[in-house]
């Protein structure tokens, strides 16, 4: 069955970084797109990154460029969003999601706190 589990989320300072990782199975990953997403308590989830599946084109929301980068080692089943230069805004749960046909599968989620 299809499996994403993301993992590196934490508490961090302003200004600091931090690296997720979404780690894929059940499905061939380098066939499909990855996106994250990221959804802050009584609030609809936010696409915050995209990437296509040799990571040539990757897109990002507005808030977040020059920030954050999305990248993917698609031999070891991974994507990855490293976030620089965090603020308290960024605070959420970051999700990893694809779709494969007409389905949207998504991992249970990372939790990042951005506090000094």
């Known amino acids: 069955q299809v499996q994403l589990v993301e993992s590196g989320g934490g508490l961090v300072q302003p200004g600091g970084s931090l690296r997720l990782s979404c780690a894929a199975s059940g499905f061939t990953f380098s066939m499909y797109g990855m996106k994250w997403y990221r959804q802050v308590p009584g609030k609809g989830r936010e696409l915050v990154a995209s990437i296509t599946t040799a990571g040539s084109i990757t897109r990002y929301t507005d808030s977040v460029k020059g920030r954050f980068i999305i990248s993917r080692d698609n031999a070891k089943n991974t994507v990855y969003l490293q976030m620089n230069s965090l603020k308290p805004e960024d605070t959420a749960v970051y999700y990893c999601?694809?779709?494969?046909?007409?389905?949207?599968?998504w991992g249970k989620g990372t939790l990042v706190t951005v506090s000094g």
């Open positions: 999601n694809t779709l494969l046909g007409i389905t949207d599968y």
